[in-house]
């Protein structure tokens, strides 16, 4: 279930960006960067040196989904136009 979770996530948050200026898709997609990168740390520092195969895994898989969808946003606001979509 959790890929369909990602996949439904990444779909509405790329369909409701279309709505945006190049300005608020840079920062949501900052805020999401930033997010994953205190997600990935708190596994390596916390979780994982106690459990590799545990929970941290799923969290991880998570983070990596949200990198690439902060890498899709900061691309569309970078060959898109300034102006939202209607």
């Known amino acids: 279930m959790v890929p ?15 709505h945006w ?13 930033v997010i994953a990168v205190i997600a990935i740390a708190v596994v390596a520092f916390m979780i994982v040196p106690s459990n590799v195969h545990g929970p941290g895994v799923l969290l991880v898989l998570a983070a990596i989904c949200a990198c690439i969808l902060s890498l899709v946003l900061a691309v ?7 102006h939202p979509a209607i």
């Open 4 to 18: 369909v979770g990602i996949l439904l996530s990444i779909g509405g948050t790329l369909v409701w960006a279309r």
């Open 76 to 82: 569309m606001a970078v060959v898109t136009r300034s």
């Open 21 to 33: 200026d190049r300005r608020e898709r840079l920062r949501v997609a900052g805020t999401i960067f």
